[in-house]
């Protein structure tokens, strides 16, 4: 007979956003009158930019000759794409990553749960609490975890609590782990890390040979000066990193899909005899046989980012989104909530008043306001008593959102 994964058995409820579809659509099904406001999924409403869609449409032209059509891409990305990326999201800004170093795919999302598949399952895996539940999830797939708690909580897994005593920044963990998800600026908290709370964690990743799982996909939302975009920008982080960034944010391509993983040569991790091997390597290895890499004209359309009207036209839409977040910060901090967040990133995160849960502010605010968030508990359990806005909307959206959750009771 055929058996499953019984890793899978371990997951509790549906995945999150899954979830809030589900309870949405009912609400919708039963109130086909009303107008419901999503800002709950981080999914961007802005169409791609200008300079975008002509390099899109000259990738597809091409497909349609003979003389320039491409066939199956080189796996690790194309070398115009790759050395665009190279070049003005590193090396202009000082950092030595080299083409040879990224892999473009099809989403963060994918690479930050099969990253995972190079790694042995008696590794220890630490992540923040709340925090993007990607990594929670994939984790008890893989088979590194035990059941789930009465307290939300994995056996196996190593929490690390976010909270507001703690600036949403995790402490270095008692239990030492080998590998640790660190997400800035932070889904779900809008929090970001400075360079000493980064050098903290890379000093403590070379102790211990373990391995920093990055994901710097909300990066280009980074508005104050001195907090690093990357954490290559740390001393002695290329020995311990790999770092995660998404096209789907910064440039609207979640409908479209494309993203980076950059793996340094210099990082390696161990077999069981203590024998070091190329975590680079193994990637390139995974990736050869199970992905066949991302279409032609979609990474000609991401190179068109880097073009200097391309920069232009992809700052205004990050400025776009900021200014969604500033209005809401300022909404919901003028009538009494605890807002954090929406500076740095297109997240606000908010305290629940009357120490209401996640999921009961989530069904108020959809049955009396018609408006979608995202529960906190839904990130973890320290996120339980919190509430995620996306800034991903339309203005005008945003503004009557704003104004009927004011009117709330």
Same mark, same amino acid.
């Given at each position: 007979?055929?058996?499953?994964?019984?890793?899978?058995?371990?997951?509790?409820?549906?995945?999150?956003?899954?979830?809030?579809?589900?309870?949405?659509?009912?609400?919708?099904?039963?109130?086909?009158?009303?107008?419901?406001?999503?800002?709950?999924?981080?999914?961007?409403?802005?169409?791609?930019?200008?300079?975008?869609?002509?390099?899109?449409?000259?990738?597809?032209?091409?497909?349609?000759?003979?003389?320039?059509?491409?066939?199956?891409?080189?796996?690790?990305?194309? $070398?115009?794409?790759?050395?665009?990326? $190279?070049?003005?999201?590193?090396?202009?800004?000082?950092?030595?990553?080299?083409?040879?170093?990224? %892999?473009?795919?099809?989403?963060?999302?994918?690479?930050?749960?099969?990253?995972?598949?190079? %790694?042995?399952?008696?590794?220890?895996?630490?992540?923040?609490?709340?925090?993007?539940?990607?990594?929670?999830?994939?984790?008890?797939?893989?088979?590194?975890?035990?059941?789930?708690?009465?307290?939300?909580?994995?056996?196996?897994?190593?929490?690390?609590?976010?909270?507001?005593?703690?600036?949403?920044?995790?402490?270095?963990?008692?239990?030492?782990?080998?590998?640790?998800?660190?997400?800035?600026?932070?889904?779900?908290?809008?929090?970001?890390?400075?360079?000493?709370e980064l050098k903290k964690w890379v000093d403590y990743a070379i102790a211990n040979n373990a391995i920093i799982l990055y994901d710097a996909a909300y990066e280009a939302f980074i508005t104050e000066d001195g907090i690093p975009r990357s954490i290559y920008e740390i001393e002695g982080a290329k020995k311990v990193a790999i770092e995660f960034r998404s096209f789907s944010k910064t440039a609207g391509f979640t409908g479209t899909r494309c993203a980076i993983t950059v793996i340094p040569e210099e990082l390696v991790a161990y077999d069981t005899t203590g024998?070091?091997?190329?975590?680079? $390597?193994?990637?390139?290895?995974?990736?050869?046989?199970? %992905?066949?890499?991302?279409?032609?004209?979609?990474?000609?359309?991401?190179?068109?980012?880097?073009?200097?009207?391309?920069?232009?036209?992809?700052?205004?839409?990050?400025?776009?989104?900021?200014?969604?977040?500033?209005?809401?910060?300022?909404?919901?901090?003028?009538?009494?909530?605890?807002?954090?967040?929406?500076?740095?990133?297109?997240?606000?995160?908010?305290?629940?008043?009357?120490?209401?849960?996640?999921?009961?502010?989530?069904?108020?605010?959809?049955?009396?306001?018609?408006?979608?968030?995202?529960?906190?508990?839904?990130?973890?359990?320290?996120?339980?008593?919190?509430?995620?806005?996306?800034? %991903?909307?339309?203005?005008?959206?945003?503004?009557?959102?704003?104004?009927?959750?004011?009117?709330?009771?």
């Open positions: 007979m055929a058996l499953i994964n019984e890793n899978y058995l371990k997951l509790q409820a549906g995945y999150l956003f899954p979830e809030i579809g589900r309870r949405v659509n009912e609400f919708i099904e039963a109130n086909p009158d009303k107008k419901v406001i999503k800002m709950g999924i981080g999914d961007v409403t802005q169409p791609l930019v200008p300079s975008v869609v002509k390099a899109f449409h000259e990738g597809v032209d091409e497909m349609a000759k003979g003389e320039t059509f491409k066939g199956y891409g080189p796996e690790q990305g194309y $070398a115009f794409l790759r050395e665009a990326i $190279a070049k003005n999201s590193y090396q202009d800004n000082g950092i030595d990553i080299s083409a040879n170093e990224i %892999f473009v795919s099809d989403g963060s999302k994918c690479d930050t749960g099969n990253i995972q598949e190079i %790694f042995g399952n008696d590794n220890k895996i630490a992540i923040c609490d709340p925090v993007y539940p990607v990594y929670a999830d994939t984790t008890v797939m893989s088979g590194k975890t035990g059941t789930c708690q009465a307290n939300g909580y994995y056996d196996g897994i190593i929490y690390m609590p976010c909270t507001k005593e703690n600036g949403f920044i995790p402490e270095l963990p008692t239990e030492v782990p080998d590998l640790i998800f660190l997400c800035y600026p932070n889904n779900p908290t809008g929090t970001v890390a400075s360079k000493k024998k070091t091997h190329s975590v680079k $390597a193994l990637w390139n290895r995974r990736q050869s046989t199970k %992905f066949n890499g991302v279409s032609y004209p979609v990474q000609k359309a991401a190179a068109a980012i880097y073009s200097e009207e391309g920069k232009k036209e992809v700052a205004e839409i990050i400025a776009y989104y900021l200014e969604n977040a500033k209005i809401m910060r300022a909404s919901l901090a003028e009538i009494g909530y605890e807002v954090y967040g929406g500076i740095n990133a297109p997240y606000v995160w908010v305290k629940t008043k009357n120490d209401m849960t996640s999921w009961d502010f989530f069904d108020k605010v959809l049955n009396e306001a018609n408006v979608v968030g995202t529960p906190g508990s839904g990130f973890g359990p320290a996120g339980e008593g919190y509430f995620r806005f996306s800034a %991903f909307a339309d203005r005008e959206n945003v503004l009557e959102a704003m104004e009927r959750v004011k009117n709330l009771a």
